[in-house]
């Protein structure tokens, strides 16, 4: 079972030093905090939180990292980083899961968000997923009943979906995810200001997917978790299909007016919403394995 403070007798300093790194990280880089809170969906919604996320392709192992649907994620390095200052500590002792959770919770404090309690003991997975990937993961043009039903299944109520969500308040949208809503012609959906200002940004209706084009996801607050997102989405500026959606669709929109309006409640929604995410399904007991190295399975 997990439990708060897993560590404490095993490594009492296991969640102080993942804190440390996350903000030294934070400090020099600070779109790493992103990417925590990004992994965590990542890695939650597919299966468990395993860190099949972090396999990379090896042997039998196709990473999840290579799908489509992982496209734009970046700063996987430093989860080694982060990793290697917990080994040294404690070697063999704290899970790939369990950073991919602290890390999650911490970044979401550097970025303005609130401190989530969150407990500890998930266990390393053996497998990545990546064929059963896109089942999990709804893709940026998919149908909000598609999206509520992929969250459900993982135990997220509406509410928490709606909240988050809220996530996109912070980072960013490569153009090869927004051009089609903006070319041949722009969606009538969108607001025609906003779409002028993407049209800046991404002025090539097929950009390269490799080229480093993007839109940041809340130009008011970029790099803060706050309730900017619903005002955005509500005044038509979401850069995602899904997020148009979530601010139209009658079972979500009271709940985008409501966070709308309230940054303390966004804040609690959030953490709870952040809990149930981070909780789905772990491996427990003598189920997987504590990985050396979060990139390998111990064994191959
Ligand atoms: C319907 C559900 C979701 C869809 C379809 C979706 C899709 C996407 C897409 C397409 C991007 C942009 C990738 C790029 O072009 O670089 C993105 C970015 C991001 N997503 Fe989501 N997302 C969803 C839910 C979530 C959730 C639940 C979280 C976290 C709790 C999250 C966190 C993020 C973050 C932090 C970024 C910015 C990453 C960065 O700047 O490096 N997303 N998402
Ligand atoms: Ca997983
Ligand atoms: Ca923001």
Known sequence: QLQLNYYSSSCPKAEEIVSEQVKQLYNKHGNTAISW???????C???SCD???LLDTHGDIISEKTSGRSFGMRNFKYVNTIKAAVEQECPLTVSCADIVALSARDGIVMLGGPSIEMK???RDGRESYVAVLEENIPNHNDSMD???????????DVEATVALLGAHS???????NIVQRLYPSVDPTLDPKHAEYLKKRCPDPNPDPKAVQYSRNDLGTPMIIDNNYYKNILQHKGLLMVDEELATDPRTKPYVENLAADNDYFHQQFSRAILLLSENNPLTSDQGEIRKDCRFVNSI
């Open 51 to 53: 860190a099949s996320l």
């Open 146 to 156: 598609l999206v509520l039903s992929r969250f459900e299944s993982i135990g997220l």
């Open 170 to 176: 912070v980072g960013r949208v490569h153009c090869m």
């Open 37 to 43: 809170v990004r992994n965590l969906f990542h890695d």
């Open 120 to 122: 500890t003991g998930r």
């Open 45 to 47: 919604i597919v299966k």
